[in-house]
Each structure stands twice: as structure tokens, then as C-alpha cells.
């Protein structure tokens, strides 16, 4: 097993950046995947029934088939949860998406079988290109493999791919590939006395 952990801190790090006005922002937008019609049902049926406590899970699942998304069998996804666009998500058999999770999916999230994303984990496809004056976007799919557990409160960054039968812990952030049987910890805090 391979044990992958980040730490916070350590040096100072110089940033150049462009001046921006985000007032000025006329950047591309991104490939929503549908039209105007599907974007506005979509969010307003997920917001008055799909991430409501009284909706069935059989009935979310449902849902997301509606609306384009490939649901595997046998898939348990708890209320709280969003998800941006369905149409851009790929969930395999057996797996559970815990209460309160956000799928910022601007681009494409495939998650596989046998996953279990915990409460309150952030998967986020999209970003900006921080260098760009009119701060255009820089979206990136996320994979995460078979077998997976990310874990409450964690964060998956676009562009990742984590690999088979990993763990990400509790509160981590994952912002580059993870190989699979790895073990992710959050960054371990330091005690010390005065």
C-alpha cells in the first residue's frame, strides 16, 4: 500500500498574477452539454425534489437517468446531495453518494463501482485559468476508479484520477492523480507548547 500525505505550510511561495476586473470578464463560457430548456428543468426540478429529505433514492436515481446520466444498478444516493449537470455523470454499481456531497461537474465525473463518497465531500471539475485577464475557465473531468472511499469533508480537484481500492481520509484534498491501494491523509496537525 502506498501512503500519500500533504502538508500544509513551508516557505513562501510568489504568485504573479495578471490585473484583473472580473467586471470586465468576457471569457468563453464553458460546454454545458444542453440547451437553455434542459439547464433551467433540470435545476428546477433538482432544487423543489431531488435533494429533498422526502425523495426517494429510487426516485433520484430516476432523475438522473432523466436527465442523461449513466446510474449503474443498485446505487444509493442520499438527499442533500447536488450535482450540477447529469447529464455529465457516470455512477457504477453498488455505489453511495453521502448527504450533503456538492458534484460540481462542469465537466464529466465517472465514478465507479463499489465507491463510497462519504457526507460532504466536494468533487469540482471546474476552475479558472488564474494568468488569463479575463479569467477563462479551466475545467477537467475527474475519474475516481473501482473500489474507492473518499471519506466526509473531503475535496477532489479537477483533473484527478483516483485509482482502485484507494482511501482519501477525512477532510483531504486531493488536487493530483492518486495511484490505486494508496492511502490519502489530510495534513496531520502540529502540536507544540509555549
Known sequence: MIIVRF???GGNVSITQPD???????GRSYDKGRGLGAQILWVAMSTLVFTQVWCPNRLRC???RWFGAQIGDNVLIRHR???QWPWKLSIG????IGTGS?????DQIVIGSDVCISQHVFLCTGSHDRT?????????PITIEDGVWVCARSTVLRGVRIGANSVVGATSLVHRDIPPDSLVQAALPVVSRM
Open 7 to 9: 502538508f500544509a505550510g
Open 132 to 140: 488569463s485577464p479575463t479569467f477563462e475557465f479551466d475545467n477537467a
Open 20 to 26: 484583473r476586473s472580473l467586471a470586465a470578464r468576457r
Open 102 to 106: 456538492e458534484l460540481l461537474n462542469l
Open 81 to 83: 446531495v447536488t450535482v
Open 93 to 96: 454499481n453498488n455505489s453511495w
Open 62 to 64: 430516476a432523475m438522473l
